[in-house]
């Protein structure tokens, strides 16, 4: 009883945050919402709570903006920052890769807000780093003790690294501001790109030319929220007032570095003063490297150092970032391939399948949990795949909680259950049970 009482508590908590806001916005009449769980965007100002879409029941998490936090500011920098924020989910809803956040409803404005909704979201990469600016419970329990594992920061930099290379190379558009709190993680524990406040868009319109990023100068005494996280911006948007994509991998690397660092910051500590950023931007021309990188492994070290130099030529782009020799390692290859298994036949499926349970022992049970069985159970739809599939599933099974077993595993294999042929079928869950 005490349980739901405190379950009833926070669900009544929530509704009485969001009564005064989100009757008006249209997008509640489509989405449920249910609890707070992240912020995420320039100066972590979107709110993202989880909830549902009213149809279907599908999970979903509503991102929402209070129009009331901009009270105090000046009318210039109000009315700047909501355009910006404007542009910047109108852009991420035309998008569409595997490696970008998924907008399942446009935005929807109303006097007392912004809002959309979009896949399920854990927390933004900020969040989990320690920032909970703008969570009404600080941290919320899932983020308590949070702590990444370095087989999910390398699978999440180049999951970035993919992001990239299609913002780049298919689309010709620079992002200009990916720092962790543009990096939304999904409740499945992919990185996604969000936050494209500040893109810039090939202009060049000649057939066969090479694209042309035109640079507007940032308003450099305007409010921090109108201006991308000065921490991880690349010194040539100040000294040569430029930009390419070479200026994307230059945050990319001190993301990478706050990743690693002791204290979860990049190496510049600008504090959003566009005075402080060009200090730093100059002091790195002259010393021509980042000091501190050993924090870094080894096999990421000299890759972040060059994308870290002051010298956009010198930058690696994204194709040779994604090549490097530290995302040559077992379980990444079994995350990427599991993410990519829809292209490969029933015959590949199975041998890969098949090795499986050697690779299983060496992930973090989390990311058997939320990354691997979400993928596996897709499988069960193929009967000729479950003999493979099976056994994997009830591997990752045996090191579950009841309630991860309940919740994440049970539902899936309450159908396969009533399978009799293939006879593996029934001799897994036999031997499974038996275990």
């Known amino acids: 009883m005490d349980v739901f009482n405190k379950f009833y508590s926070s669900v009544s908590n929530t509704v009485s945050q969001l009564s005064g806001v989100l009757p008006g916005n249209p997008v509640t009449r489509e989405f449920e919402i249910t609890n707070h769980v992240a912020s995420a965007g320039p ?6 709570y989880s909830g549902y879409k009213k149809s279907t029941k599908q999970e979903a998490s509503i991102f929402l903006l209070e129009k009331r936090i901009f009270e105090g500011w000046s009318k210039s920098d109000r009315e700047s920052v909501l355009e910006s924020l404007k542009r910047g989910i109108a852009q991420l809803t035309r998008l569409r890769h ?12 109303s006097r007392e807000s912004l809002a959309f909704a979009t896949e399920p979201v854990f927390a933004s990469l900020a969040n989990i780093l320690g920032n909970n600016t703008n969570i009404s419970s600080s941290p919320p329990s899932h983020l308590r003790d949070y702590k990444l ?6 699978y999440g930099l180049m999951q970035i690294g993919q992001g990239l290379t299609f913002l780049h ?52 005494d305007g409010h921090p929220c109108s201006l991308p996280n000065l ?29 690693f660092s002791p204290d979860g910051h ?29 924090c870094l492994p080894n096999g990421l070290r000299d890759c972040v ?40 036949d029933n015959l590949q499926k199975s041998q890969f399948y098949k090795g499986l349970p050697q690779v299983l022992p060496k992930l973090p049970h989390r990311v058997c949990l939320y990354r691997i069985i979400p993928c596996l159970v897709k499988e069960f739809i193929n009967a000729s795949m479950v003999p493979f599939v099976l056994p994997n599933v009830l591997a990752i099974a045996q090191n579950c909680s009841r309630e991860e077993f309940e919740v994440n595993i049970l ?18 869950f036999s031997l499974g049970i038996w275990l």
């Open 43 to 48: 100066c972590l100002l979107w709110k993202v």
């Open 98 to 109: 595997p490696q970008i956040l998924v907008v399942q409803h446009p935005l929807e404005e």
């Open 149 to 154: 594992f370095e087989v999910e920061i390398k």
């Open 169 to 220: 190379g298919d689309v010709k558009l620079l992002h200009r501001n990916i720092c962790p709190e543009c990096v939304v993680v999904n409740a499945q524990g992919a990185w996604k790109i969000f936050g494209f406040e500040f893109y810039v868009a090939n202009h060049s319109t000649t057939p066969g030319s090479l694209p042309h990023w035109p640079f507007e100068e940032f308003v450099s």
């Open 231 to 259: 921490d991880y911006m690349a010194p040539e948007m100040a000294l040569t007032l430029s930009h390419s994509p070479a200026s994307d991998l230059f945050s990319l690397g001190a993301l990478a570095y706050a990743l």
């Open 266 to 294: 990049a190496p510049q500590h600008c504090e959003g003063k566009w005075n402080r950023f060009a200090k730093s931007a100059a002091e790195l021309k002259r010393a021509g490297t980042v000091k501190g990188i050993d």
């Open 305 to 344: 150092r060059m994308l870290l130099s002051p010298t956009p030529e010198l930058r690696p782009d994204a194709h040779q970032f994604l090549k490097i020799e530290y995302f040559e390692d077992v379980g990444i290859k079994t995350l990427n391939y599991l993410d990519s298994s829809f292209q490969w």
């Open 411 to 428: 539902p899936h294999l309450l159908p396969v259950m009533k399978i009799q042929d293939p006879i593996q079928v029934y001799l897994s």
